[in-house]
Nanobody
């Protein structure tokens, strides 16, 4: 069974930075895509960024140039470096990891950006 453990959320002022981490475990096959979704209060969950095992990345337009996704395949860990944070980035951030066509979700970590 896949387990995803997230860390790094918190409260930060606008313009500040945070780094999220997500460690995945479970099974013997490598994870293909890993990434982050977020859900703000009253809004639908949306993709923030994703990265394949080979390092190909995909970002939401709203975070391009501010957020950077990376991963350590040896540790099955994905990171999200968030810079120049804005109040509209406030949301619960969820880690995802895909293996053999099955997507697993983390429990979520709160990111709050104050103005």
């Amino acid at each position: 069974q896949v387990q995803l453990v997230e860390s790094g959320g918190g409260l930060v002022q606008a313009g500040g930075s945070l780094r999220l981490s997500c460690a995945a475990s479970g099974g013997i096959f490598s994870f293909n895509a890993m990434g982050w979704y977020r859900q703000a209060l009253g809004k639908e969950r949306e993709l923030v960024a994703a990265i394949t095992y080979g390092g190909t990345t995909n970002y939401a337009d709203s975070v391009k140039g501010r957020f950077t996704i990376s991963r350590d395949n040896a540790k099955n860990t994905v990171y999200l470096q968030m810079n120049s944070l804005k109040p509209e980035d406030t949301a619960v951030y969820y880690c995802i990891a895909e293996k053999r066509g099955i997507r697993s979700w983390g429990q979520g970590t709160q990111v709050t950006v104050s103005s």
